[in-house]
């Protein structure tokens, strides 16, 4: 019985030592966690810019204590292979540098949430280990770290875009009151950034061009940007221009080979019909904004466009389609009939209504007036809304435009608008029956058995 007491209480005292020892790890664990947290947040903005509306460089100033290794001249490059990945990284910050009282000395400046020893640097050599004061300022922190240090935890800024030297923000309604702050550091940190402005209000007028602020800058809006292999110069303030839609015009491209034709329907300044003529397609270039147009010639000869490669209009849409579209491509039509290597492709990239000219195209010709191999490509660009689902919006979508029963060759998500907006792309083959009139004569292929030949009655 005593035995057995003993026993228990000697199992009992292993218990409680091991449960010590856990409390105690965990408790150590949770020191060492807590420490390099307080060691991370030492590398970022001062917390006294939390909720800042009105700029002040000087608030950004902040005093840290770091670690840092002297290194022997000729240890230098073996210490920097071993210590690369626990120097400090920040802007406008060189972690290497001369020692102030020893020219045959480099000090190594490193990351605190990294290094709190000399046992930590794994060095084979013996060196000096000390902590320094360091002054850190508004330029060693890039954008993303100043504007999350300044606005509210709970508030972030999502995204941007750049246009040319233009950088372009949509910020919500929560964010207003922090967007100078925004414009300015945008402006400051983002390389070639002349202008910051914000989009006030969504596309609503036939132009495609919307209502903004500039929230930092200058109010000259002209730029220049790149896009596959061509330059484009625009003013921001007069025609759109989005940069996230560079990719899907290089698809279009990739589709097209030289001596096709492109009918670009909304062709804003360019980023189809450009690289396209470039290429050596035929194309004919239309937008409604006068502005676009104006533009669109001044890239014309910025890329060396021959004429012959790009013609420019001015008009509706529909105008566009019914006149100019329906007369070049029936006079194509013959040489098309004699070589069908020859594609015809019309883009129409405005996804509000774009999708509603697909009617245009309904009937458009006579039935002798272009042959099976001049049938046009659309390529057309809508949004779908995805609230319920995907697919539900994209039957929609289909059955509202009376697409359902088409050639469809692609429905390719082109990129997400909105929670539940989705911009696409559906590419499909136009028939014959659907483009030519077919109401007044009845036609019937007949083959006859003397001769084969195909007639129509």
């Not at 150590?28 to 810019?49: D, F, Q, R, T, W």
Request: charged fraction near 25%; charge should be positive; hydrophobic fraction near 40%.
């Amino acid at each position: 019985m005593i035995k057995l007491l003993l026993r228990t209480s000697r199992t009992n005292q292993n218990k409680s030592s091991r449960l010590t020892f856990q409390l105690s790890s965990c408790y150590n664990l949770n020191i060492l966690i807590l420490s390099k947290a307080i060691s991370m947040n030492i590398l970022l903005p001062p917390e006294g810019v939390r909720g800042m509306k009105v700029f002040d460089i000087e608030k950004f100033s902040k005093k840290i204590s770091v670690p840092t290794v002297e290194i022997d001249k000729e240890n230098v490059v073996i210490a920097n292979e071993i210590l690369k990945d626990k120097l400090i990284k920040l802007s406008n910050f060189k972690p290497i540098r001369n020692c102030d009282y020893d020219n045959n000395k480099r000090v190594f400046i490193l990351d605190p949430s990294k290094v709190s020893s000399f046992h930590d640097l794994n060095l084979n050599f013996t060196e000096n280990f000390k902590y320094i004061d360091l002054l850190l300022g508004y330029e060693n922190w890039k954008h993303e770290d100043i504007i999350r240090s300044v606005l509210p935890e709970d508030l972030m800024l999502s995204s941007y875009s750049s246009i040319g030297s233009i950088v372009h923000v949509n910020l919500k309604a929560e964010l207003l009151e922090y967007k100078y702050i925004i414009g300015q550091v945008l402006k400051d940190k983002i390389k070639g950034c002349s202008s910051v402005v914000n989009k006030i209000d969504n596309i609503k007028n036939v132009y495609r061009n919307f209502e903004f602020e500039v929230l930092c800058g200058s109010s000259d809006l002209k730029t220049s940007v790149k896009e596959n292999k061509c330059c484009f110069d625009l003013d921001f303030s007069e025609v759109y221009w989005n940069p996230r839609l560079c990719t899907e015009h290089e698809r279009i491209l990739k589709k097209l080979n030289s001596g096709d034709i492109l009918y670009d329907v909304f062709a804003g300044i360019g980023p189809f019909s450009i690289p396209a003529a470039k290429m050596g397609c035929v194309v004919l270039a239309n937008d409604l904004n006068p502005n676009c147009c104006k533009w669109l010639n001044i890239n014309k000869k910025k890329n060396h466009i021959k004429d012959n490669l790009l013609t420019i209009f001015n008009k509706d849409g529909a105008c566009f389609i019914k006149d100019d579209l329906k007369a070049h491509l029936i006079s194509y039509s013959e040489k098309l009939t004699h070589n069908s290597n020859i594609k015809i492709h019309v883009t129409m990239n405005l996804p509000a209504i774009g999708i509603e000219f697909v009617k245009c195209f309904h009937q458009l010709f006579e039935w002798e007036e272009i042959s099976d191999y001049s049938l046009p490509i659309l390529h057309i660009y809508t949004f779908v809304k995805t609230d319920i689902s995907y697919e539900n919006g994209l039957k929609l979508i289909l059955v509202e435009n009376d697409l359902k029963n088409c050639d469809i060759q692609e429905i390719f998500r082109v990129r997400n608008v909105a929670p539940n907006k989705e911009m696409i792309r559906i590419t499909l083959l136009t028939k014959k029956d659907m483009i030519c009139k077919t109401n007044n004569i009845k036609r019937k292929i007949i083959y006859t058995e003397e001769n084969k030949k195909t007639k129509f009655v």
